[in-house]
């Protein structure tokens, strides 16, 4: 595939591969937050204790938070846009 033959189709592919990756992740940090705080909800603290590096995962998830943060942003614009139509 030559870069000069990607036409507008191509384009609205890649677009909406990129929305659905920044809906997809949405939606997994939107349900570990539910678990994260119906986990605390149902404990007679009202609190959890979450670690960040158990099993050094930490820089990972920064990698990863920090790489999917523009999807995540772009994702959140087109779906508000489309919503304000």
Same mark, same amino acid.
Do not use: C, H, W
């Given at each position: !595939? $030559?870069? +000069?033959?990607?036409?507008?189709? $191509?384009? &609205?592919?890649?677009? *909406?591969?990129?929305? %659905?990756?920044?809906?997809?992740? !949405?939606?997994?940090?939107?349900?570990?937050? /539910?678990?994260?705080?119906?986990? &605390? /909800?149902?404990?007679?603290? /009202?609190?959890?204790?979450? *670690?960040?590096?158990? /099993? +050094?995962?930490? +820089?990972?998830? &920064?990698? !990863? %938070?920090?790489? *999917? &943060?523009?999807?995540?942003?772009? *994702?959140?614009?087109? +779906?508000?846009?489309?919503? %304000?139509?």
């Amino acid at each position: !595939m $030559d870069i +000069n033959t990607i036409d507008r189709r $191509d384009f &609205a592919e890649i677009k *909406s591969i990129i929305v %659905l990756f920044g809906s997809t992740i !949405m939606f997994a940090f939107t349900i570990l937050i /539910y678990k994260i705080f119906l986990t &605390a /909800y149902f404990r007679p603290s /009202y609190s959890v204790i979450i *670690s960040i590096n158990l /099993y +050094n995962e930490a +820089n990972i998830a &920064a990698i !990863m %938070l920090f790489f *999917s &943060a523009p999807f995540l942003i772009y *994702s959140f614009v087109q +779906n508000f846009r489309r919503v %304000l139509r």
